[in-house]
C-alpha cells in the first residue's frame, strides 16, 4: 500500500547527509567486465522502502514493508518467477500425491544459512509449526489452514505433532492438506513459509529479527546495518545457494516517509529506485522518462468496525458507502490512473475459465460513476438516523499521507453533502495507526489489500471469523462455510462459484467500502536494469545491475 507521510522540509537537508552517508555511490556505472581485464566496479543500489517496518520476521510480518525485507534475506522452499509461477528454490523438486493432498519436498544440496550452517526441513516444520502456535500471535497463521490440522493446532484444538508437516530427514518434508489446493506451489513463496532457525529465534524470541547480527537468513542478501527509522543495509551472501544470480553487492533501503522528499532525493541521485512518486510531478518525471505505472493486484478502501455503533448495523454501512462517488474520486486531480471499484476483489484475478476474470464476472455492485443518494439516505432512515440525526460522533481514522487525507477530506464533504452527517478526521502515524486497527480502537479506518497470491481468494479469507487481518470484528458463519467450501472442492467451477457467493455476503453486508483499484506507480533512474515489480506490490533486485 502507498504511504506518504508530512516531513517538516528543514528534515531534507539532515536526510540530504544521511542518504549521501548511507547510500554510497549510487551513481556508479558498471566498467568492463572481468574478460577484459579491468576489475568490475560493484553494484550499489538505494531504494526507497518509505517506512520503518512494524517486523521483519516471517511469522509476525503483515505489510509489503518487512515483506520486501523478508524476501531479499530468506527464501522458501519455492520462488515465484516474473509471471508469479512457482519453481523450484531450495527444493530442487518435489513429488504429489494422486489425490493431491500430500506432497514431498526434496531439498537441493548446498543449501545453507548465512553463517554457513545447512538448512534442513526442520527449519521449515519449525517455522510452520510456530506460525500456527497460538503462543506466537501470527496475524497470517490463517495462511497455514491448508495444512492438515493447521487451523485445529491455531485454535488449540489440536497438537503440533498432528499439524501435516514433517521433516523426514534434512534434506526430505513431506506436507499433507486438509484439502486439494491449486495454488499451494505459489502460496510456499509467500514469507509467511519462510525457514527459520530455532536456535537463534528461542535464545532472543522478541528481538532476534530486530539485530543484524542474529537475523539469519537463507537468502540471496544479509543484513549488515540496521539504522532505525532511517536505513537498512545489506550485503551479498556468499553461502546463498544460487549466489551466481544475484548482480548487487550491496543494498541500501532508506525511510523517506514523504513524496516530495523522496523525489528530492531521487532528483540528487541520493535513491536510484522510489515507491512513492508525487502525482503533481507525474507530468515532468514522464518526460523524464523515469516514471512508471503498471497494473496492481490491490484495493483501496475504508474497513468498518462492526462492533462499535453506528456500524454495527449493515444499513448504516451500506448508506456510507452508497454516499459516496468514487469516479469523482479517482478524477480528481492530480489522476494517476486508478480505477472506481465496484467491489472488493479487484480485476487481474482469473476465474474459473483462467480466460475470464473474477470481478467482470462478479460485475459491479453499485453505480461506480456516481453516489446513489437516495438509496443511501434512505437506508440511514431505516436504521433510525434520518438525515443523520440521532448519530453518534463518527471519526475517519487514516494514517498519515496527503493522499490519503485529500482522500479523507473528499469522504467527509460527501457524508455531509449526501448524508447530513458530520465525520471528524484523525491521523496517526504508521505503525500506531495499524496497532489501533488491529485492536478495534476505530470506527472507520483506511485499508489497502495487495494479494498475497494470484487467486481471488487471497482478497476473501482474511474477513473468515478470526482471521488476523479480519480487523472488522465482522462474523458470519455462512461466508465462513462458503470459505471452507471453496478451499475444500476440487471442483474449478464451484470453487469460484461459492468465492463469488462469499464476496455477494461481504458486499451486501458492507463490511469494507472499496474506493478504487491501484496502480504501481514509481520512479526509477534510466540506468538501473534487471529489477523486478510484481503486480502483488513487492520489487526484487536480485538481479539488478546498472548500465
Known amino acids: 500500500m502507498k504511504r506518504r507521510f508530512i516531513i517538516m522540509l528543514a528534515a531534507l537537508l539532515v536526510l540530504s547527509m544521511a542518504l549521501s552517508a548511507c547510500s554510497g555511490q549510487t551513481t556508479h556505472q558498471n566498467q568492463e567486465s572481468q574478460q577484459s581485464g579491468k576489475q568490475t566496479a560493484p553494484i550499489e543500489i538505494t531504494y526507497n522502502l518509505q517506512?520503518?517496518?512494524?517486523?521483519?520476521?516471517?511469522a509476525k510480518n503483515t505489510a509489503i514493508d518487512g515483506g520486501t525485507v523478508i524476501y531479499h534475506v530468506f527464501e522458501g522452499l519455492t520462488r515465484?518467477?516474473?509471471?508469479?509461477?512457482?519453481e523450484p528454490a531450495v527444493a530442487e523438486?518435489?513429488?504429489?500425491s494422486s489425490d493431491g493432498l500430500t506432497y514431498t519436498f526434496h531439498l537441493r544440496d548446498g543449501v545453507k544459512w548465512s553463517d554457513g550452517k545447512p538448512v534442513t526441513a526442520k527449519d521449515f516444520e519449525y517455522a510452520w509449526k510456530r506460525v500456527l502456535n497460538p503462543d506466537t500471535g501470527s496475524e497470517y497463521a490463517y495462511q497455514l489452514y491448508y495444512i492438515k490440522n493447521g487451523e485445529k493446532?491455531?485454535?488449540?484444538?489440536?497438537?503440533?505433532?498432528?499439524?501435516?508437516?514433517?521433516a523426514k530427514d534434512d534434506k526430505t518434508l513431506e506436507l499433507t492438506l486438509e484439502s486439494p489446493t491449486p495454488y499451494i506451489l505459489e502460496l510456499l513463496a509467500f514469507f509467511t513459509y519462510m525457514p527459520v532457525r530455532q536456535d537463534i529465534v528461542e535464545k532472543d524470541p522478541d528481538g532476534w529479527a530486530q539485530n543484524p547480527e542474529t537475523y539469519i537468513g537463507n537468502g540471496a542478501f544479509v543484513m549488515k546495518e540496521w539504522n532505525h527509522n532511517d536505513s537498512i543495509v545489506f550485503e551479498k551472501n556468499p553461502n546463498y545457494w544460487d549466489a551466481g544470480r544475484i548482480k548487487p553487492d550491496k543494498l541500501t533501503f532508506v525511510m523517506i516517509n514523504d513524496a516530495s522528499t523522496e523525489l528530492a532525493a531521487f532528483d540528487n541521485n541520493q535513491i536510484d529506485f522510489g515507491d512513492n512518486p508525487p502525482a503533481n510531478d507525474f507530468p515532468r518525471l514522464r518526460e523524464d522518462g523515469v516514471l512508471h505505472i503498471d497494473p496492481s493486484l490491490a484495493t483501496y478502501g475504508y474497513v468498518f468496525n462492526t462492533k462499535k455503533a453506528p456500524f454495527d448495523n449493515p444499513k448504516v454501512r451500506k448508506a456510507f458507502s452508497l454516499a459516496i462517488d468514487r469516479k469523482a474520486i479517482v478524477e480528481t486531480p492530480p489522476q494517476v490512473g486508478q480505477k472506481p471499484a465496484g467491489g472488493w476483489v479487484p480485476p487481474g484475478l482469473p476465474d474459473a475459465d483462467a480466460t475470464k476474470d473474477f470481478r467482470e464476472i462478479g460485475g459491479d455492485y453499485y453505480d461506480v460513476n456516481k453516489a446513489s443518494v437516495?438509496?443511501?439516505?434512505?437506508?440511514?432512515?431505516?436504521?433510525?438516523?434520518?438525515?443523520?440525526?440521532g448519530l453518534p460522533e463518527i471519526t475517519l481514522l487514516y494514517n498519515t499521507s496527503e493522499g490519503h487525507k485529500q482522500i479523507a477530506e473528499m469522504l467527509q464533504e460527501m457524508w455531509k453533502k449526501n448524508l447530513g452527517v458530520e465525520v471528524k478526521l484523525a491521523n496517526e502515524e504508521w505503525q500506531v495507526f495499524l496497532d489501533d486497527r488491529a485492536n478495534g480502537n476505530y470506527q472507520i479506518a483506511r485499508l489497502g489489500w495487495f494479494a498475497d497470491y494470484i487467486d481471488p481468494m487471497t482478497f476473501l479469507d482474511m474477513f473468515t471469523t478470526g482471521s488476523g487481518n479480519n480487523d472488522s470484528g465482522w462474523s458470519n458463519k455462512e461466508y465462513d462455510d462458503l470459505i471452507d467450501k471453496a478451499k475444500r472442492t476440487t471442483n474449478a467451477?464451484?470453487?469460484?462459484?461459492?468465492?463469488?457467493?462469499?464476496?455477494?455476503?461481504?458486499?451486501?453486508?458492507m463490511v469494507v467500502i472499496p474506493i478504487y483499484f491501484y496502480v504501481n506507480s514509481y520512479i526509477v533512474k534510466p540506468n538501473l536494469k534487471g529489477y523486478h515489480v510484481d503486480p502483488l506490490g513487492y520489487t526484487y533486485f536480485h538481479e539488478a545491475y546498472k548500465e
Not at 515465484?80 to 512457482?86: I, Q, T
Open 51 to 58: 517506512t520503518e517496518p512494524r517486523s521483519v520476521d516471517p
Open 80 to 86: 515465484l518467477d516474473k509471471n508469479n509461477k512457482a
Open 93 to 96: 523438486k518435489w513429488d504429489v
Open 153 to 166: 493446532y491455531n485454535k488449540g484444538e489440536a497438537k503440533a505433532e498432528d499439524v501435516g508437516v514433517v
Open 374 to 389: 437516495e438509496e443511501a439516505q434512505k437506508l440511514l432512515a431505516e436504521a433510525g438516523y434520518p438525515g443523520g440525526k
Open 493 to 509: 467451477a464451484e470453487r469460484m462459484q461459492y468465492m463469488h457467493q462469499a464476496e455477494n455476503i461481504l458486499m451486501d453486508e
